[in-house]
């Protein structure tokens, strides 16, 4: 079955579902925003997408901005934490009077991806097309049922986003920041930030 999906068949739903068990994060419920949801993929979509991590892993350090630092091999996201610290504490002592701090809320943004835009920015990226269609045949076809009480309930498509826990996930979703952290970079170099 793996080695049918490398090469170029679709899976099928019953490997490609997944359920969803909502944790309550206290004790008294009273929206969705008190669930916590956690992701139950099978075990051959994890296997699929973990060979699919590591194939485009090995191209990431050629792509990816030494700048940013979360989900890439040997880098670590607390570097980036100490120094917005240092940045946060110090900016009122500068001699300058213009300081803007930029806080971008993450929390949302794995569900938020847009497919088409993921493609386009590998295209940009210059992935091979087999790697691209292997990542679009992963991510659009996943269909979801939510267990209540051990019981499936529903059995809905994703229209967009990248599954949480997914050994995929964070590549895809550092390839798609990578296009914000360029621009910013770029907006330095110019002198307009």
Known sequence: MVQA???GQQLPRFITHTNLVLLPKKEQVCNFTDLRPLILSTFA????????HERITR???LIISRNQLGFMKGR?????????QEIIRNINRRKKNHNVVVKLDMAKAYDRVSWIYLLKVMRRFGFFETIIDMVWRLISNNWYSVLVNGKSFGFFQSSRGVKQGDPLSP???????????????????EGRV
């Open 5 to 7: 999906f490398f090469c």
């Open 45 to 52: 979509n994890k296997i699929i997408s973990r060979v699919l």
């Open 59 to 61: 191209w990431l350090p």
């Open 76 to 84: 670590s996201i607390t570097e980036n934490i100490f120094l917005a």
């Open 171 to 189: 590549n895809l979703f550092i390839i798609v920041v990578e296009v914000l952290s360029r621009g910013l970079n770029k907006m330095n170099e």
